[in-house]
């Protein structure tokens, strides 16, 4: 028996070794922040204390992009590295709707989860519209061994929402704002629920600042100044979202995790409405368009990562990223590679991150595709190259970001020649990601809601 004993003791030994070099990961999503709504990237008024902090500790991501400009399909390119009309989540989700992440996509807690990861999911989800029933995946069927979330928005507001629901059982009336209750459920997982032998992997997506806003009065009363109460509202929310972030890296701190974990902090799209009159006085930072536009300003987002020891503090990071270049990359930072099966649309942005090289070599161009009229358009970036079109692929415009980033030169007359090849590599690279979704998008409504008279389409099991 001793041998045999020897042998289960050595084998454990080399399994706890193994997960203790495979760092965590957290992944933190704000809902509707845009470019500009952070201290760290220039908002004159709003206070961002604990986010600046965290920029001074690693890398501030300029060109940081979602991969859509309306919340679910860029959702869904976190977890697949697949640009949303490839991975089926082609817009946002309403209550109900046949759209969904389905089971046939390979999703970043899955494969992190096969490799000894413990997993935990908390915040919105909004990748499924038939939430919480057997009906259609929810949060555990891709990859996540814990998750308390809710469909899409706090409801009925971020104050006390009621719509939680605990890995299939609803939780009932709250106490609390939203942000603080997403992370107090990461905390507690943290401390108490998972395996502490095991990396993890935390993906925490509050609810702030999207519409309905509702913010604790002792976030308001940091902005007596404000006489639009609406801008207040905003303002404060965006606060409290920073502070629960800062309660979460104290946190790490306190365990004594944090010198071995990857944590990457964006947004899902631009800001809500239009900044002046509208609810939604978010920043775009001065970037032309906002939520559902692809436009800079629809799409451009806050980009911050730490990871201690292998990414600089206070260092800035000026080329292309992408959400959906987050599973490569954190599978890389966890030592795995990435599953070969499918087109994947984002790459390994890690040697970028870390300061080795200040660019990266892309089988696949920056893309976005947004099927909501009266925006329906489609977008590619190439090097510093900007080409939009509508829908039907009759109207363009082409920008030169690095001299333009405010997309205010069309330059489609002017450089003919880069126009035409680029037109030609939009529509080609367009048609090849249609082929490979589903066509949800030919039959449904913007918000994938009721289907139309025509039969149903390829591809659409769970």
């Known amino acids: 028996m001793r041998p045999v004993f020897s042998l289960l003791f050595a084998s454990l030994s080399l399994a706890s070794a193994a997960s203790a070099a495979q760092p965590n990961v957290i992944v933190f999503l704000a809902d509707d922040l845009g470019y500009g709504d952070l201290g760290c990237f220039g908002h004159p008024r709003i206070k961002t204390p604990n986010l600046d902090s965290f920029a001074k500790q690693g890398a501030r ?263 959906s270049d987050l599973l490569p990359t954190v599978l890389a930072v966890a030592g795995a590679t990435p599953p070969k099966d499918k087109v994947l649309d984002g790459v390994n942005v890690l040697p970028l991150l870390a300061g080795a090289v200040t660019s990266v070599k892309r089988p696949q161009p920056l893309f976005w595709r947004l099927h909501m009229a009266p925006n329906a358009k489609i977008a590619m970036r190439v090097d510093d190259w900007k080409i939009l079109a509508n829908a039907e692929l009759t109207q363009f415009e082409l920008y030169n970001l690095a001299k333009d980033p405010k997309e205010t030169t069309d330059m489609k007359e002017t450089d003919p020649e880069r126009f035409a090849a680029l037109r030609t590599q939009l529509t080609a690279h367009n048609a090849a990601v249609e082929a490979e979704g589903p066509d949800w998008w030919k039959r449904l409504a913007p918000s994938g809601g009721k289907a139309k008279n025509n039969p149903p389409g390829k591809s659409e099991s769970n």
Not at 100 to 109: D, I, M, N, Q
């Open 61 to 323: 991501l300029t060109q940081c992009y979602a991969a859509s400009a309306v919340c679910s399909p860029s959702r869904s390119a976190i977890l697949t590295g697949r640009t949303p009309h490839r991975n089926g989540v082609y817009t946002w989700i309403a209550e109900g709707a046949e759209v969904h992440l389905r089971t046939s996509e390979t999703t970043l807690p899955s494969l992190l989860k096969n490799i000894g990861y413990t997993t935990c999911h908390s915040g919105k989800w909004h990748l499924n519209g038939l939430f919480n029933s057997p009906a259609q995946p929810q949060p555990d069927k891709h990859g996540y061994d814990w998750w308390m979330a809710t469909q899409n928005n706090a409801s009925p507001s971020h104050e006390n929402p009621v719509n939680f629901v605990r890995n299939g059982t609803e939780v009932g009336p709250t106490q609390g704002y939203s942000a603080h209750l997403v992370v107090e459920e990461a905390l507690a997982w943290l401390k108490d629920k998972r395996d502490p032998a095991k990396p993890f992997f935390l993906a925490v997506w509050p609810h702030e600042p999207h519409y309905p806003i509702k913010s604790d009065p002792k976030y308001k009363t940091l902005y007596p100044d404000l006489s639009d109460d609406i801008q207040r509202e905003h303002h404060a929310n965006v606060t409290q979202m920073d502070d629960a972030f800062g309660r979460l890296m104290r946190s790490l701190d306190d365990l004594k995790l944090s010198e071995d974990t990857f944590v990457f902090f964006t947004s899902d799209n631009g800001p809500e409405g239009d900044g002046i009159k509208s609810p939604g006085r978010g920043s775009s930072g001065g970037l032309r368009g906002r939520k559902r536009d692809l436009h800079e300003g629809g799409i451009r987002v806050p980009g911050i990562v730490r990871w201690p020891g292998k990414i600089k503090p206070d260092a800035t990071v000026d080329a292309p990223v992408i959400g």
